[in-house]
């Protein structure tokens, strides 16, 4: 079987970023090395930091308290790491007092988005977030409006929004749809015609999803999308390969591939979300290159 392998596929900038930080605290010998929530959004990548000695504590959209149950002896050598997806500003506060070090691993992407909203309060603007108003980023960057920001998604939700006045920004969670976000911006426009418009989505969220038109284009006759299927960016690749008009095979691990399904194609794709590592996406190619389709 011929396999078109996205470029951009596995590990953005963010994560590698992220994945390094705790690392190099795991080499140095600190212990216990904590993730305030999932440090990235990719479930076995978790279980092999895990594995190598990271602890993982708090919730998926890190609101809850820490018991962390140290000795002055074990704080001294313990560190707390913020997750790619970054915190609220509270939160980062909060994590400071826990007596431990306390390093940040927020995307670089992510603390820009969370600066231009820190900036637009400042000025006294309200601050709107096109994005899923339960997921880790949005809940972090909200943190950032001082009490006058909203998630919004849909025409429906702009008009459910109270009264703002004229200082409106928007900008957008990193891993939505450039396309979507335009629509929805252009309605933000007719609403508040002063309004302060960023699109935020990230680069490595526009080259992957390039890639899935790309592998369309190629010929893929069908396309693997691997990663976590709380990963909001892998999600997305699967709507785009749904987008495309071709079958999407939405996958965490090559266990749960029907090969036998597989074989009626001569050409697949496979892309992968910006938190998959590259061995998952590796067994994935090296299987599917290795069987023989009808
Ligand atoms: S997807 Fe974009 S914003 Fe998210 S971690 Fe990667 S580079 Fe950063």
Redesign the pocket.
Known sequence: MKVLRAESAGF????ERAINIVRDYLKKGRAPVFTDGPLIHNRQMMAELEAEGVREVGDYRSRSKLDLNLSPEEKENAVVIVR?HGVTPERREYLKTLGTEFRDAT?P??GVIAGRVRLCAKKGFSTLVFGDPNHPEVVGILGYAEGRGFAVRTEADLAALPPLGDKVCMVSQ??MFPDEFEILAEKVRERYPDAQIFNTI?G??RSRQGDVVRLAEQGAEAIVVIGGRHSA?TVKLATLVERQGLPCYHIETLRELDLEQMKRYSVVGVTAG?STPGFLIDEVCNTLENSKNY
């Open positions: 953005c900038r963010g994560v790619a995307c992407d992510v990193s891993t990230c490595a969220t960016n910006a």
